[in-house]
Each structure stands twice: as structure tokens, then as C-alpha cells.
């Protein structure tokens, strides 16, 4: 009986239930002061990784969104920061490529121990509310998504500075390079006359500044740890949540299955989403650059 590890969403707590097929958080099933008894693991480490991207399948792969939380996320049915808040802005754009990277820093982790029970009354509780998992440990830290947004005018230009970009940054991805700032201003340099360059970040610990340069962010990426120390007493904030099923605590409950079917349909919903999201900015583009009033000619022709 394994468990799920996912992004955390607000306001879950440990011991509190969560439904994995409506994601939702549900009913708290263990002590209001689990938490004072919470086995602490201390796991201070940093990973940081980057991919270069054109679609929005990269993205989400790159970032190990699924199109189930995805569409969730979007729409506003759950809670979440950092690689979360980045998913609501994923579209499709003609003539574009993306440098993403993304930084993981863990402090540490609370976890239930064996020897702390749920509230013996717990499977009387209200079935629509109860859910099938409960969390039983929260790993603390932070997140930073990053994403240098490069357009080009035409798509002559787009596959000049892809090819640039190909040389210098694996299109796989790895781990995060110093020498990536160096490329990029170089490709700055070189097509400044035929392409703009868009820097956006997302983290779930409040930042200190505004990023403009290639080399701010870099320098972002490389104090990012130092940040989230500043949050919680050094410890950041929730980010990641393990949910054990009811099942475990109760054998009779109803097991979870998911249904296989209903999440590939969901992922293609997500990438319709995506194609009308991104169909509705080039409209307002469009629309954006014509005149207040049709002319008498125009409206003839």
C-alpha cells in the first residue's frame, strides 16, 4: 500500500485527510497536536536544474505537472505556490522558446510517528468530507521557478537563436551551469534586433528585489536558500506533502483506484485549454493594434 507524494496545497496540516480523486483537503483525523509530537527529519540540501522548452508538454514534464492538477490549479479549485503559480501561466506561443529552471531547497521534514493513533471515532466521521488519503509528513523548504522567455520576430530568426541556445544548454536539461550566463548575454547581444527577451520568477517564500538582468537571476538562483531561511525560523514553507491511504489505518475502508482513462482525457483537456488560452492572447494582440473606428473603405471591402 504505497504512498503519493504531491505538491503541498494550503491549508493542509499532518493527519488531516485529503481526497485524492476530487483534490480536495478533508477532515482532520489525528490530535490537534500531532504536530507537537512530530518526528523531525533534518535534510538541508539544494537542487537546481534547468531545460530548454517550446511547448507547454515540455514544461509540465520539466516541472512533473500532470494535466489532472494542471487544469485544477488553472481553474482555482486548489491552493498552491512556486511550481504551482507557474502552471497557471503555461499557453502556447508562436515564434518562442524558454529557459526554465527551477530550484528545490529542503530543510526538513515532519513525519507522524508510528506510535501516535488517529481519534479512535475517526471512521464515523462524514463519509462526502472524510477522503481517501491522509498526510502523514510535510517536507518544508523552497521552491523558485524561473523562466527566460525568449520571442523572435519570424520564425527564421526563432530557429537562428534555437540553434544558439542548442549549442551552449542541453534541450534535456541537467544540472544548473554558471557558463549559462555567459551564453545568454552573448545571444542577447546577437539578436537584440530581432528578438526580446522576458525574465519571470515564481517562489513560494516572499523575494527581496526586482530581477531584470540575465545575471540578477542567476545571482537569485545562486542566494535562493538563503531566502527561504529568512521564512519560519530557517525552515521556509510547506512544500511537499506524503498522503497514506485511509485504508492503511482502517482495512475495511474503501481502497482508492484511480482511473487510468479519465486521466489521459483530462491531459488532452489541458492542452485544448492551452491552445484557446493562447488563440484568445494573439486575438487581443491583434485586435489590440487596430484602429478605434473601421474606415468607410475597409467596412466596403
Partial sequence: MGSTVMMYVLP?????????????????????????TATVIEQYFADTQYRLVEDTSQVKDFLDVSGKLSLKIKSGLIDVSGEGSYAKKISSSDNTVQILIKVHFETVTYSIPSHVKPLDDWPQFNQDFLGTHYMRSCTMGGDLVASIEIKAENKFDMERIKGALNAG??????????????????????????????????????????????????DLVREFPNHVKKINNGLGNPLRMELFPLKSL???????????????????????LDDILATLKAIAIFVSGLPPE???EVKEK
Fill in 12 to 36: 493542509m496540516m499532518l493527519g488531516q485527510t485529503y481526497d485524492l480523486g476530487k483534490d480536495r483537503p478533508g477532515l482532520q483525523i489525528y490530535p490537534t497536536n500531532v504536530n507537537e
Fill in 169 to 218: 544548454i542541453a534541450t534535456k536539461g541537467g544540472a544548473f551551469e554558471g557558463s549559462i550566463a555567459a551564453k545568454l548575454e552573448k545571444l542577447r547581444n546577437e539578436t537584440q534586433d530581432s528578438s526580446s527577451m522576458e525574465i519571470n520568477y515564481w517562489a513560494t517564500v516572499p523575494l527581496e528585489g526586482v530581477i531584470y538582468t540575465t545575471q540578477g537571476l542567476l
Fill in 294 to 296: 473601421v474606415s468607410r
Fill in 250 to 272: 482502517q482495512s475495511d475502508f474503501k481502497e482508492y483506484l484511480e482511473n487510468g482513462a479519465i486521466g489521459e482525457k483530462l491531459e488532452e483537456m489541458d492542452y485544448q
